[in-house]
């Protein structure tokens, strides 16, 4: 090595050496000058994600957890503001469980499209771990209830009602499961309806844990009619027709009660009449003792159930006062004495 490379290089090593504290300074100074540079282009971005759950067949979550956790971006502000919350995903992996029990279960997270190409990335959540109890997975079918709010219009009533599909495939916890009867649906508003309806509705699922096979809806058709009813009267009064003027009824008639049947509008109305039953006697000639069916009116709308009794027993004599009238009305023969002869 020539004298004047090492010349250069001495002193090229005196002048690095000379006021080195100050130059270490600066380096320090340089440091956090780049470190405020880089921390004024970074940021924070805060959201909720859902959470959902990855198990096998075998074992599935049995107590219940936070639907979503809180999620926190670090990066770049720019590039992070970009990120769809949808391209964080947020989930519990089961899969590594294989018995029941009480796990602390770590939140796991996966990004994907917008996410993906964002340098650089931290994510956290809040909170990191869950604690969960696993139970077996068990599964069942069992019928749609459903589910009807308020009443229908006055005199009118469901008669049938009808879902399709009748019954729905569950799946959960053992435990819940096994308590688990029907599958209601969303209630269906009735509001005085006075004719026949149908629809699509969802069926109710009272819990997370718990998850219905399907679509989780069904069809529904309710049928409305008009109200049918019955109703009872008691000592309905009878007229006595066709009876012969030299005759008339010597006992008074047994008490009649009849039942009747119809839509409730018209029953609720209907009164009987003076001449709603009847005892024809055109075929009593003469006094006795008679059995007479008891005759019945028709009434639009009305059916008759019973009569009772419906036939009436009547004693016939003969109209006394008739005959009294008859005899004072007739004039007495008169046949003239031997004095009215003479004379």
């Not at 720019?78 to 590594?96: A, C, F, M, T």
């Not at 809040?126 to 599964?139: G, K, M, Q, V, Y």
């Not at 009533?157 to 308590?179: F, H, L, N, W, Y």
Request: net charge negative; hydrophobic share 40%; proline share 6%.
């Amino acid at each position: 090595m020539s004298k004047s490379s090492k010349f250069n290089i001495k002193t090229l090593t005196e002048k690095f050496l000379q006021d080195w504290s100050i130059k270490i300074i600066c380096l320090g100074v340089a440091f956090i000058i780049l470190l405020f540079y880089r921390r004024s282009t970074l940021g924070r971005r805060f959201f909720s994600a859902n959470i959902s759950i990855e198990s096998s067949s075998e074992l599935v979550a049995a107590s219940s957890y936070p639907g979503s956790v809180k999620v926190t971006l670090w990066g770049d502000a720019l590039s992070i503001s970009s990120i769809r919350e949808d391209d964080i995903e947020v989930y519990l992996d089961l899969r590594p469980y294989t018995k029941p029990g009480t796990f602390k279960v770590p939140v796991r997270n996966r990004i994907t499209g917008s996410a993906l190409n964002v340098e650089p990335l931290d994510i956290k959540t809040e909170p990191s771990a869950i604690e969960l109890r696993l139970e077996e997975s068990a599964a069942k079918r069992v019928p749609v209830d459903l589910v009807l709010k308020g009443s229908v219009a006055h005199s009118f009533e469901i008669s049938e009602t009808t879902v399709d599909p009748a019954t729905v495939e569950i799946r959960g916890p053992r435990s819940i499961i096994e308590k688990i009867e029907s599958m209601p649906t969303e209630p269906i508003l009735l509001e005085n309806r006075n004719t026949s309806f149908s629809g699509r509705t969802n069926l109710v699922n009272t819990t997370s844990l718990l998850n219905i096979v399907g679509t989780g809806k069904t069809d529904y058709w309710v049928k409305i009619v008009e109200k049918i009813i019955g109703k009872d009267f008691s000592n309905v009064p009878v007229q006595v027709i066709n009876l012969k003027p030299e005759l008339v009824l010597s006992s008074e008639l047994a008490p009649v009660s009849i039942s009747i049947s119809g839509k409730q509008n018209i029953v609720e109305a209907f009164q009987p009449t003076s001449q709603f039953l009847r005892l024809d006697c055109a075929e009593i000639t003469e006094p006795g003792e008679y059995n007479l069916k008891v005759l019945v009116a028709t009434s639009e709308g009305v059916q008759i159930t019973s009569v009772f009794p419906d036939t009436i027993a009547v004693s016939v004599d003969l109209n006394e006062e008739l005959l009294t009238t008859d005899d004072e009305t007739t004039e007495p023969d008169v046949t003239p004495d031997d004095s009215d002869l003479l004379e």
